[in-house]
């Protein structure tokens, strides 16, 4: 099925597996705000956004000097004042959840960013005179990810945070590393040469639970939001090692035969001990849990990793929606659930 081009083709008719190939593209785009923004001190960084909109910011958030909140909610933490970085970023600029967060932030005064494609979020960036960030349209907000964290980092830096040249230099390395590394997971390679192809069959018909160590559990979210979207599978995550303190035992009980995909997205630059754990959690729970699928993260550097194992993550998934006779790209009872608020 899956390297029958024409049944591709048929089922993803908006093109996803080819957004997925030329994602490693939105690290290049360049993006200016419509009003240039002029930062004051800054103590410390919130980010209201939610899904995909707020991976951005899980890909960012350790690698500051100032403490960093993400906000996935309607309401701001206490201590926002005028020394907040705050983000107000949507893809849809329509995200209740955000629109009432940024609200808050501009009663108290806090110095706003806004990242969107359109929306509510522009129309109010535009008429507060707030600066705002355009992300380039596409069918969904996950697919979107890399715009949104290229925003991202070009506003910390904008507000000193960060060093724009390196973070252009690391960027721009690994666009290039992407760029080769989609070719062995597209729809022309076979299956049995094409490793997202063979994962993806593994996970038919399973509950899929991602496990990773605290550098890589953004992708390991990733994952869980594309194979809930993409596939329309059910799935969850957990962190190495938060899960050996509590969900470890769970996996321990009746039945032993149990309807799950477990997949580890285990990298070499987590902690040596986040490293052993992944084993050890393997030994002693031979038996108890399917034999967890290990994808060793490929890349020589933090920025390389994650953005190796979010591409692998959506390649996956959308090869699983596929299998599962569907396309990737709706999510219809979303947009149902929304709807039925306002009623």
Known sequence: MLDDLNYIQGKDVVGTLGLASRQWQQLLEELTPTVVPQFGQIDNVVFAGMGGSALAAELVKDGLSV????????????????????????????????????????????????????????????????????????????????????????????????????IHAQLEEAAKFLEEAVKQWAPEVPTDKNPAKQLAQELVGKSVVVYAGPKMWPAAYKWKISCNENAKQIAWTNQIPEFNHNEFIGWSKQPTDKPYAVIDLRSNLEHPRVQKRFEVTARLLSGMRPEPHVVEIQGDTPAKQILWAITYGDFVTLYLALLNGLNPAPVDLVERFKKALDE
């Open 67 to 166: 403490p960093f909140q993400i906000v996935r909610n309607y309401d701001i933490p206490p201590y926002v004042g005028k020394n907040t970085l705050f983000f107000a970023s949507s893809y849809s600029g329509n995200t209740e959840e955000t629109i009432e967060a940024l609200s808050q932030a501009e009663a108290k005064g806090a110095q706003i960013v806004v990242i969107a494609a359109g929306g509510k979020l522009q129309q109010l960036a535009a008429e507060k005179n707030l600066p705002f960030y355009l992300l380039p349209t596409v069918d969904q907000p996950r697919y979107a990810v890399f715009y949104s964290f290229k925003a991202t980092v070009t506003i910390l830096a904008a507000a000193g945070l960060m060093q724009m040249d390196e």
